[in-house]
């Protein structure tokens, strides 16, 4: 299960990341796909959210889905929206930062919660499936 990191914000959660990803792709039946990450900051993702969802603002998490079963595609996360969103929801940055990769992953395999109802619903109760199993793990 290869995962690429890029880490242009010089955050240094590469190992946890790895670890995550090893973990919930398991979880997910998805032992032998790869995932590339990169963590940016809220210039470097307001961008790409302005490139390719025409949202012109920073967002915590994209996610690039590739269609391939080997290759599963891109997740970006925010390192300034971890830290924030950290505060806010009262819970560590490693924490944050796992469940906006988790979600990212969901993304990846076909999870959506933008036009709500049950969909939403299953992807929200296995993003807190995955955390509680990260948890349980005590990685975060």
Known sequence: MPV??????GFKKSALIKKIAAYALSELGKNN??????????DGIQSLNKKFR????????????MNDADMLGDVVMSK????????????????ELARLFIHGILHLLGFDHVKGGTQAKKMKAKEEELLRGVRGKGWI
């Open 4 to 9: 690429s990191i890029i880490d242009e914000a």
């Open 80 to 95: 300034d929206k971890v830290i924030s969103q950290s505060k806010e929801f009262n819970v560590s940055a490693d924490e």
């Open 54 to 65: 025409r949202m012109d603002r920073p967002t915590d998490v994209l996610s690039f889905p």
């Open 33 to 42: 796909a790869e995932v590339s990450v990169l963590i940016t900051g809220n």
